[in-house]
């Protein structure tokens, strides 16, 4: 071997060392960090050694299935690609703010992000509920499309920036379920007087209907309904659904849910949290909210489909359909209430606008392709 080629290999496996070294005490140190966000002062990222810890607060109960995990997920999702760097601490609802306290305390600065659905949020503007769900409104992959693709994004910054918050698609949880009925909604008589926990726009088609709608949290759903509090529920989906174990006080288990086709789920940063971040690290949790967002609506499908077949197989309830009486119904003050509300205000009647031109932009291309197809398969397989 020539001397300089020697040399050369020398030098290759000088800095190949050095590398391995300086990679091995990065995972070395990555695998220890301690995850002391608790002894952070709220709002108060910890920085140490190029090190930031924050606090994540949520709208959800602990160790929920789906909802709660999404946050988790996220959380993994961003310590792990930063070897340690960005530290997110998850608060479950009732931990350190409770589940509506969450965009306050954000906005605030109290906490550093949260995790939600934005249509809670409607008292502060009738727009938010655009970014999470409306009734008769998009399906998860039409409004993540409008979102990522369209004018969604833009206006939901607009929007949140004027409460000093940064807002991301952060999971969905594909299709929801009409609810769960404690008697049979057979006509659209059944509806008057039905006291119904039902939050967003479509709690206001509840009382169009006849009917109360009652805002609950998640965690004071099961309780209402075994004290009489109220008649029906709707939560989300068999999986979560099953979880809550709604069957053993309303038996009767409705679809479709009309209220919320595609619910998005959104991760609030505090806008001084964000703009402090570099441009790579922006981009790394914009990536992590994505891949959140894409793989929840997978394992909601993978996870109601098999909470379906055990609530037929394990409680004998047999799901029940809305008529088409009540749907037409259903549908008619569904618009009229997202009419009503889109152009409440100017800010809400900008993102209205460009929603429903997405809506229907999509939705020759959803029914031409799913539609039609959902339709033809059960043509194709039924009995089988």
Known sequence: MKRRDILAAAAALATGSAT????SREKSTAQTVNHQADTVAIGAPAISQNRRQFRLVTSWPKDFPGLGQMPEQFAKAVYDLSLGRLDIKVYAAGELVGAGEVFDAVSGG???????????????????????SVPMGMTSTEITAWIEYGEGQALWDELSGRFNIKPL?????????????KRK????????????RMPGLGGEVIRRLGGAAVRLSGGE????????????????????DLAFGFYREAPYYYAP?????????????????????????????????????NVSTAQYVHENARAL?????????????FSDEIMREIGRISED?????????????KVFESYLAARNQYREWSEMSDGLYMRAREIALQGR
């Open 20 to 23: 391995a070294g300086l990679l």
């Open 110 to 132: 109290a906490a550093d992000m949260y995790h939600s659905g934005d249509y809670y949020w409607q008292g502060k503007s009738k727009a938010f509920s655009f970014f999470t």
């Open 169 to 181: 698609q952060c999971g969905n949880t594909g299709h929801q379920t009409g609810g769960w009925f």
């Open 185 to 196: 909604v057979n006509s659209l008589e059944d509806f008057k007087g039905l006291k119904m």
């Open 221 to 240: 759903i099961y309780q209402s309904l075994q004290s009489g509090a109220i008649d029906a529920t709707e939560w989300v989906g068999p999986w979560n």
């Open 257 to 293: 849910g009309f209220h919320e086709p595609g619910s998005c789920m959104a991760l609030g940063i505090n806008k001084t949290i964000w703009n402090s971040f570099s441009p790579s690290d922006q981009t790394l949790i914009t990536h992590c909210a994505r891949s959140i967002n």
């Open 309 to 321: 077949n055990i609530l037929k197989n394990d409680h004998n309830i047999e799901p029940q359909f």
């Open 337 to 349: 209430v997202v009419q009503e509300e889109g152009r409440s205000d100017a800010a809400t009647t």
